[in-house]
């Protein structure tokens, strides 16, 4: 099921529309929804979505959450006056399910970007970074280098590889991509996919990374929200 909220859609722009997936399950936050869960006196995908919202780079924005929800979503987004939003759907089984609901909720556009709904920190210059990069090579990921050095771990817990830092980049969102090139790679996949870079990559279509931000975190955790909410606290200050 689709839902319009102020349709404002416009063929050819060369902004983003935003794809912003918040149908997981948050199994790892004991079973509480984080998209709804209060921060800095709002809840946390408002965050999301007033960051998108604000940004000069953002044209539209597909918001897509678990079916039980999308009426929440939808009081929501008019309570707290979200701007930009066009559409508001329910997700899939899989996140990737969810994804291209959001597409097709989004409808035809030149460029799209896919982002988590519990990364609430995204900044205005991220997503000016990503409209750019993605004007040049089609696909396009924030990403930021890992700080810590990483173990492949095998059976028993022993360590079977050390890969070599320099070249481990730990990917985030936004995700762009010409919308044509995204909707291919979804209707092609073979399996499952953790995100859709990934996906573009089975392709294979090159993929560039462009800089993050290491305060763009998502929330998965209890102990990452409260990370969140002290970085949301020491913007606004």
């Not at 924005?61 to 979200?82: C, H, K, P, Q, Y």
């Not at 035809?108 to 990069?133: E, F, K, M, N």
């Not at 990403?143 to 980049?169: C, F, M, N, Q, Y």
Request: proline residues 3%; contains cysteine.
């Amino acid at each position: 099921m689709i839902r319009s909220v102020n349709q404002t859609h416009a063929e050819g722009d060369d902004r983003l529309g935003v794809v912003v997936v918040a149908a997981g399950r948050s199994t790892r936050m004991g079973g509480t929804d984080k998209t709804f869960t209060e921060v800095q006196g709002a809840p946390l995908i408002v965050h999301t979505l007033r960051r998108l919202g604000a940004s000069e780079a953002v044209e539209a924005i597909a918001l897509v959450v678990a079916a039980e929800t999308v009426s929440e979503a939808e009081t929501l987004v008019r309570r707290f006056g979200v701007s930009k939003i066009t559409s508001i759907c329910a997700g899939g089984a899989r996140r990737q399910d969810s994804v291209y609901a959001g597409l097709m909720a989004l409808g035809q556009r030149r460029w799209v970007a896919i982002h988590d709904g519990a990364r609430p920190c995204v900044s205005a210059d991220v997503l000016t970074r990503g409209l750019d990069a993605v004007r040049q090579c089609n696909a396009a990921i924030a990403a930021v280098p890992v700080k810590d050095t990483i173990k492949v771990v095998g059976d028993e817990g022993l360590i079977t590889h050390t890969p070599e830092r320099s070249a481990l980049w730990a990917a985030q969102t936004p995700q762009v991509f010409e919308y044509r090139l995204l909707l291919e790679a979804h209707r092609n996949a073979p399996g499952d996919f953790t995100d859709d870079a990934a996906m573009v990559e089975a392709l294979g279509h090159p993929v560039r990374v462009f800089w993050g931000n290491y305060d763009n975190l998502k929330v998965t955790t209890p102990e990452d929200l409260a990370i969140v909410d002290q970085i949301i606290s020491e913007q606004a200050g």
